[in-house]
């Protein structure tokens, strides 16, 4: 018995990535084979544990078909497994030729190595930092709408923290976001689920949720990051990157009045706190204009927008806040479905289901179908896993990954994909909740969800003609 992983090639170019040769010593699985452009495989790669384990090795060479381009997988054992991509006779924008990048190696789990081609040609890949992918995107995303283009998603992004709410509420039934929210908008993330509530007086981000009954409803949830805190770091991210931030506003609470909805004048304070935020998108008399139809380059060509959309309860209005970067459902509708499951499979299937019966970008308006899409990539504890700290919402996060790379990317098409890849603990690919389950421990941070979301506008959405014009 060795010890095995495995390694997902993405393909998010037009060319099939040709397997010329392989070569293994003392590996106990290595067999790879071609990728096709469009697709995904996850290998298994095992290596040997008899003998001297720092001999172990194994090289699988790939030339890029109909080009000059080549790379290799490495697989050596220096003093712990690794995996290496050796760029042979090929560079990326984020790595020249000659490079060596280090994958690493996770254990009965998966390392990425995601290539793509914007339209100009050029090479993308997980190997750097995307911190304005959006601005590096330009040349491709510029003239895109909004329904064209697919972005990492924060899912609960106020809640990297946990502040102590209710009965029962703890940091593993509590906490989304390993990352704050700066973290999060380094890491790439540009669509965020806000949920503002009061507490102690105070605007949080909090997260609910209500066991109904007929007598009274039980709630139970605690609270994140302050508002005041997430205005800060939203505008020290746009003073710096001209990169557009969409915001939606969404389960309003009064925690201090037995969790009622926020009355008008509550709404009004809130979108006054939220007038600190420097790079609002603004519009007069928007009206029910659906700002999903605009093109990338409307909000961020010559600066940083910050779009804010509230999810308005019944009575509760905009007023003269419309005229202040403040937008109704109405400016920006979009699908979101979860799929209130604790099981992969479960999730995996509804989710992707409702993704081909919801999206079909193509130029015919009778059978086209864009509304804006979250793939709500997100497990949701049952009440079975609510005491149970190892499954933790972090924790079920994290075993989702692995197959929103490998699994989701082979169910895109060039007329369906989603526009926001929206997750829990963004960013972070490994169990963070362990013992004694009191805080996160310190795991990496990794860039893959927003080089498959870029994958995702190169090699989906730019093979489309319709969106392209080419």
């Known amino acids: 018995m060795g010890y095995g992983g495995a390694l997902t090639l993405v393909n998010g170019s037009p060319f099939d990535w040709t397997l010329a040769s392989q070569h293994a010593y003392q590996m106990d699985s290595w067999n790879w084979p071609t990728i096709s ?54 560079s990326m924008k984020q790595s020249p030729q000659g490079s060596n990048i280090d994958l690493g190696f996770r254990h009965d789990a998966t390392v990425n190595w995601i290539m793509s081609t914007d339209e100009a040609g050029q090479w993308w890949s997980n190997s750097g930092t995307y911190t304005d992918w959006m601005q590096q995107s330009m040349g491709s995303l510029a003239n895109r709408t909004l329904k064209q283009i697919c972005m990492p998603g924060s899912h ?51 997260h609910y949720s209500a066991l109904r009954n007929d007598v009274e409803d039980i709630w139970l949830g605690g609270n994140g990051q302050s508002i005041a805190d997430i205005i800060k770091q939203v505008n020290d991210f746009t003073a710096q990157y001209k990169e557009l931030v969409i915001i939606n506003l969404s389960h309003t609470l009064d925690t201090d009045n037995r969790y ?20 609002r998108y603004t519009v007069r008399n928007p009206g029910n204009t659906d700002f999903s139809n605009s093109v990338l380059g409307e909000f961020i060509t010559d600066r940083a927008s910050v779009f804010i959309v509230a999810q308005l309860p019944n009575g509760i209005s905009l007023g003269d806040y419309a005229n202040e970067g ?48 979250l793939l709500s ?19 079920l ?19 369906s994909f989603p526009n926001v890849l929206f997750v829990d603990a963004l960013g972070i690919r490994d169990k963070s909740v362990v013992f004694p389950f009191d805080k996160p421990r310190n795991v990496a941070v990794n860039n893959d969800i927003t080089a498959l979301a870029i994958a995702v506008n190169n090699g989906m959405a730019g093979r489309n003609r319709y969106i392209t014009g080419r």
């Open 37 to 90: 452009t469009g697709k995904a495989s996850r290998v298994y790669v095992e290596f040997g544990t008899k003998g001297n384990t720092r001999d172990d090795a194994g090289e699988a060479y790939y030339s890029i078909a109909g080009t000059s381009n080549k790379f290799t997988v490495l697989a050596r054992k220096p003093t712990d497994y690794k995996l290496t991509i050796s760029l042979d006779s090929m």
């Open 156 to 206: 609960d992004a106020g809640m990297s923290t946990f502040r102590p709410g209710t009965v029962g509420a703890n940091m593993a039934n509590t906490q989304t976001q390993y990352l704050d929210f700066y973290q999060q908008l380094v890491a790439g993330s540009r669509f965020f689920d806000l949920r503002p509530v009061i507490s102690s007086g105070q605007w949080v981000a909090g």
């Open 260 to 279: 009622k909805d926020l009355s008008q004048d509550q709404w009004n304070s809130l979108f006054d706190t939220l007038k600190g935020l420097n790079s």
């Open 326 to 373: 403040f937008f109704s459902s109405e400016n920006f509708p979009f699908f979101d479905s979860y799929s209130n499951s604790n099981k992969l499979p479960n999730m995996k299937s509804d989710q992707l289901a409702k993704l081909k019966a919801n999206r079909n970008l193509v130029s015919d308006a009778s059978t086209r179908k864009d509304k804006f899409h």
């Open 377 to 395: 990539w997100t497990l949701t504890q049952q009440p079975e896993d609510v005491l149970n700290m190892d499954r933790a919402i972090m924790n």
């Open 397 to 415: 996060a994290a075993s989702a990954f692995d197959e929103l790379v490998s699994e989701a990317w082979n169910a895109f098409t060039p007329e």
